[in-house]
């Protein structure tokens, strides 16, 4: 195991304090929703390590237009990564501690920089085997599904239902395809579409990336700005708390169950789309965790040390920090404190 410097990460005790206070004031107000949590089947506990991710890194995992991962190598790093994970001895067995055959299952893209010739999405090549194994676990097809915000956004993860096994679909719900009533969060009126809301498990597949906004997009952003029907409405101010204080709803910090960093390449600069090619260097790596807080501050601490190494300032320097990342794990939704993370790197 390895233990991670704090670099400054989490800012002074007394912003933090007054953070943590605002944000329990804003859950409080949102108290009398009704409850849209999602249960897993009777019986079944699904796995939890809270702090704890395994990252695999492999050499000349690159296909030759230096794009995408080896089909071999994806599935080959994934499985290593949650064997290790989960002390199972395949990727089916590893599964099978996260997701039950019975639940239904939904999976996270992230495509938004993969459109129009970009290349910085979701790699296939990693959901691929996934897929395959969640059914050889006994899922029903028509209880798995794959879905991203926009028809453009799936197409640039090259996803699509002509490559998964017959009966798996994909879905895009354009900001909407909602069933649930309006919620308030940070007195903003939104929903969640039903994509996400009629799964009782989620699996989070997303990037490691820069954002503009927010100063760094990974697991929480994919799953909040993803699935909402209004994401334009949460992202003043750095998108800071909003995206914490969105994956802190019921609805979807239930469903959440696995996260995976496809971190074949990165994106440190120009982000969240991918039109800095020379911003965009191979990482070669699949990082896995139940904790999306503590991938995400595991993903920003990278981003920050690619920028300082290329003579950029840092996300907080450049005035967009990603202190949600912060707040989300003051509000219990998983561990932000690089000096509590425990990583475990694999070379293969």
């Not at 999306?292 to 601490?301: C, H, M, Y």
Request: aromatic content about 6%.
């Amino acid at each position: 195991m390895s233990t991670l410097s704090r670099r400054g990460f989490l800012g002074s005790t007394a912003v933090a304090a007054s953070t943590a206070l605002l944000s329990r004031e804003a859950l409080a107000a949102d108290a009398a929703r009704p409850a849209l949590a999602a249960s897993p089947p009777p019986g079944f506990r699904p796995f939890a390590a809270p702090g704890r991710i395994v990252k695999v890194s492999k050499a000349n995992t690159l296909q030759p237009n230096g794009l995408w991962p080896r089909e071999d190598a994806a599935k080959q790093m994934l499985e290593r990564a949650m064997t290790e994970l989960t002390g199972e001895v395949d990727l089916v067995k590893a599964l099978a501690r996260f997701v039950h055959k019975d639940d239904k299952i939904a999976i996270k893209l992230n495509g938004i920089a993969g459109q129009k010739g970009q290349t910085m999405a979701t790699n296939k090549e990693l959901v691929l085997p996934l897929v395959d194994a969640l059914l050889a676990m006994g899922v029903p097809p028509a209880n798995l599904w794959l879905y991203e915000q926009y028809p453009s956004f799936l197409a640039g993860t090259r996803v699509s239902d002509k490559v998964l096994p017959k009966g798996v679909k994909t879905y895009t719900h354009n900001n909407g395809l909602t069933t649930m009533d309006d919620i308030k969060v940070e007195g903003i009126k939104t929903k969640f579409t039903k994509l996400l809301t009629e799964a009782t498990a989620v699996i989070n597949v997303s990037t490691i990336k820069d954002h503009s906004i927010c100063g760094y997009t990974g697991m929480l952003k994919n799953m909040t700005h993803g699935s909402c029907i209004n994401p334009q409405d949460f992202h003043a101010h750095t998108a800071s708390p909003q995206i914490a204080h969105l994956f802190a709803q019921d609805v979807v910090r239930s469903r959440q169950r696995l996260n995976i960093s496809d971190g074949f390449k990165i994106m440190y600069e120009g982000g969240p789309l991918d039109r800095r090619p020379d911003c965009r260097p191979p990482h070669e790596a699949v990082y896995v965790s139940s904790d999306p807080v503590a991938l995400d501050a595991v993903g920003a601490q990278l981003i920050d040390k690619v920028r300082v190494d290329k003579g950029l300032k840092t996300l907080k320097d450049a005035k967009r920090e990603a202190s949600y990342i912060r707040v989300a794990a003051e509000l219990g939704l998983g561990v932000a404190d690089l000096n509590a993370i425990r990583m475990r790197e694999v070379a293969i």
